[in-house]
């Protein structure tokens, strides 16, 4: 090859170096900026974090750090179920009088939002309060819900819900009661978790949730990388009007739990199954009943120190209320307490004004011994000794005619009667048992005593 040839090569490359380097610098920014374009049109998906997913499973992680079954430790965790991809919800463009790709809403979508509610039940919760909620949308703009009997009523039909962890659990609360029907208005939708029994959603303080509040969303038809953790809703149907808890399976699952914290078992007592259900009838007819555990012990003829109750509204397998219960901070050290020796559990189904009707009450009782101020010991001895220091002198006036043997004999019985309070009292406690309702209403009828006993001797010293 000539240099000429050469020549005119190298001048034509540099010709259109500038052009090739521009193709290289912009075409990868215009490639980032399509992208980023296609996520805020909310075209394309994104990683949205949520706090905690325990409300979505099974479809979302569910960690055993918040109460679920997985392992990050043990389990390869997908970043779909640790952190959905959801579209932006877009509001849409118009042109010409017609809006493009606007983001609608429908039933079965995950949804993430956050509004007032969000964040105070998240700051209540000691959360992240600008982190949000991701829910599913149940009720849209127009339609009438329902919960009946653990199940989900949309315009009047039994719905199928393939995506929730437990059939036959959901049930109402202070926003939506069971068997209490809601229309909803416009731009305000019905959301729930799918994990029924412990998420905070439309039935409870979040109420409904409105159109603008909705930041992100996956609709129902693209969830299909979910599918394979969904269930088989064929038989849900059959669960209807049935009781799902057994007693004795519940308490060996508790006392498993218990056996693993080195904490002793808990024994079924009957006096407590018994109280337990005449605490559990009265809460089927109004949660607040003034008949309490107090109440129902006290009827059952049950006694001991420590009592506990828990209650649990709607239908639970044994496994599903030990989680439930574990999941809560408050039930979890409550089950778990080395306080605790008895249990008694009882199920109470009943049709309250045409609503089926499920509560499950436990109730617990245990002995610890009791702890008393060592100044209050020294209080009761130095009682128990001053009387006994003044007792033979004011014994030894007894028939003389100077002074009134009634008014005395008075004395004389309030000073025995202080003294057997006194030692019983200070034996109590050094035993470090605790005192009866008995003791207690003696030592409040003491201090009438006592100034009765300050009186007689002042008028007997009289001259």
Not at 336 to 351: F, K, Q, V
């Amino acid at each position: 090859m000539s240099k000429s040839i050469i020549l005119k090569i190298i001048h034509k490359a540099f010709f259109v170096l500038p052009y090739l380097i521009m193709a290289i610098v912009t075409v990868p920014i215009f490639g980032v900026a399509i992208t980023e374009t296609s996520k805020l049109l909310g075209l394309k998906t994104i990683p949205v974090p949520v706090v905690g997913t325990g409300s979505m499973y099974p479809s979302l992680f569910w960690a055993k750090s918040e109460g679920g079954p997985e392992d990050n430790d043990k389990v390869v965790i997908e970043e779909y179920r640790s952190t959905p991809h959801l579209y932006k919800r877009y509001d849409g463009l118009n042109i010409f009088s017609k809006k493009y790709l606007k983001r609608l809403i429908g039933r079965g979508d995950m949804v993430a939002f956050k509004n007032d509610q969000t964040r105070a039940i998240l700051k209540e919760e000691g959360r992240d309060t600008d982190a949000g909620f991701i829910k599913r949308v149940i009720g849209l703009p127009g339609d009438t819900l329902e919960l009946r009997d653990g199940f989900t009523y949309l315009n009047g039909q039994l719905i199928a819900e393939p995506y929730i962890a437990s059939p036959r659990s959901t049930y109402g609360s202070e926003y939506l009661k069971d068997c209490q029907k809601l229309v909803l208005t416009e731009n305000h939708y019905f959301v729930m978790g799918d994990n029924r029994k412990v998420s905070s959603d439309s039935r409870y303080a979040l109420g409904l949730v409105k159109l603008d509040d909705i930041g992100y969303v996956l609709p129902l038809q693209e969830q299909q990388i979910y599918h394979s953790l969904w269930r088989d809703t064929s038989k849900d149907d059959d669960l209807l009007g049935q009781p799902t808890l057994v007693s004795t399976e519940f308490i060996n699952l508790v006392n498993d739990v218990r056996n693993t914290k080195k904490v002793s078992s808990l024994k079924s007592v009957p006096t407590l199954i018994k109280s337990s259900s005449y605490r559990g009838e009265k809460l089927l007819h109004s949660s607040n009943t003034s008949y309490g555990i107090k109440q129902a012990i006290k009827e059952s003829g049950y006694s001991n120190i420590v009592l506990g109750e828990f209650v649990s509204h709607g239908h639970f397998s044994a496994k599903e209320l030990i989680e439930n219960l574990l999941y809560n901070s408050s039930t979890a050290k409550q089950i778990l307490s080395p306080d605790y020796t008895d249990i008694g559990i009882s199920t109470l189904n009943l049709e309250i004004n045409g609503c089926p009707s499920q509560v499950i009450v436990g109730h617990l009782g245990g002995y610890v011994p009791a702890n008393y101020d060592e100044k209050t010991i020294d209080s009761w001895k130095n009682l128990s000794q001053n009387i006994s220091s003044v007792l033979p002198s004011w014994e030894g006036a007894v028939g003389h005619d100077q002074l009134d043997q009634v008014k005395l004999s008075s004395l004389l019985s309030i000073f025995y009667r202080k003294l057997e309070l006194a030692k019983e009292i200070v034996t109590i406690m050094e035993q470090k048992k605790w005192l009866t309702d008995a003791q207690e209403d003696r030592i409040k009828a003491d201090q009438s005593d006592t100034n009765q006993a300050d009186q007689l001797v002042k008028e007997l010293n009289k001259p």
